[in-house]
């Protein structure tokens, strides 16, 4: 791989070895059919779903803008246009807004459309989050990036991407995000062996896509939060489909763990034990949801005061010798 290289700090081993410029880009993988959530992705993308009243999509973009990384790329598919339409103007419903004189509603309604710059490549053919990525390649060229995927919602008050982007920025290589799971659950995730390096940051020795927990090396689970060396395209070029038939991204992580620093290897991970919200199945979405309402200003305090009493009247579960 060649091309040029940013170097911020003039210290030639950082730009030669490692691509420790500052990062700039984000792909957000969006071409997935959502079957969980079937009927309601029949016409509607997942990720344009609402978490209270916002589509999921538009949080995940503002926590990349708020990284600072101002140039994202939605790897989209077909039926996906309700994404392309939510960050792109709307004239009418401005307009409309405008004449009411409804100030509050023009300005969230604008809100996306003037987050970051925005781009769009098409999926084409679903063969993965590992190819999903792979689609971002001649926008990204040859610098680190970041990719963030829908499902998993970092709450901004516990910032884990201003980490993992300074992490990736001091050593080069590439960096993971990992959280600890129930071991019964780990064949749900990425799952990474490591050791230690400093702190919460650590070293990978080794990574296997959704493992039986019986031979799994660990109960941390990647999660979907990714800052990567460029070097990972020519990797992901050459890895065949593994789990579910797919190209996965673990695979081709697991790839780089080995290489040389000089070649963009080397894969470092960030432990999160901040809060996480999963809108990637049915339960978590209505636990997200709730979680977030009931912690805004404006509708928690009323949603507050029906949870309480919901709770209250709610007629005990039957225990396993209740039923008749
Ligand atoms: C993907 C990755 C997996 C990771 C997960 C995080 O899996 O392949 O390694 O743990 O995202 O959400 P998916 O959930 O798309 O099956």
Known sequence: ?????????????????????????????????????????????????????????????EEATGAGLNDVLLVTGRNKDAIENHFDRAWELEAALEKKGDQQRLQRVQKSQVL????YVRQGDPRGLGHAVLCGAAHVGNEPFAVLLGDDLIDPRDPLLPTMLDVQRRHGGSVVALIEVDPAQINLYGCAAVEPDEGDVVRVTDLVEKPDPDSAPSNLAIIGRYVLHPAVFDVLRETPPGRGGEIQLTDALKTLIDEPADDGGGVRAVVFRGRRYDTGDRLDYLRTIVSLASERDDLGPDFRAFLREFVATMPPEAGPGDAS
């Open 1 to 61: 791989m060649s091309g040029e290289v940013t170097d911020m700090s003039g210290d030639q081993t950082a730009s030669s070895a490692g691509h420790k410029g500052s990062v700039t880009k984000a792909v957000i993988p969006v071409a997935g059919l959502g079957t969980r959530f079937l009927p309601a992705t029949k016409a509607t993308p997942k990720e344009m779903l609402p978490v209270v009243d916002k589509p999921a999509i538009q949080y995940v973009v």
């Open 116 to 119: 970051g710059d925005i781009h």
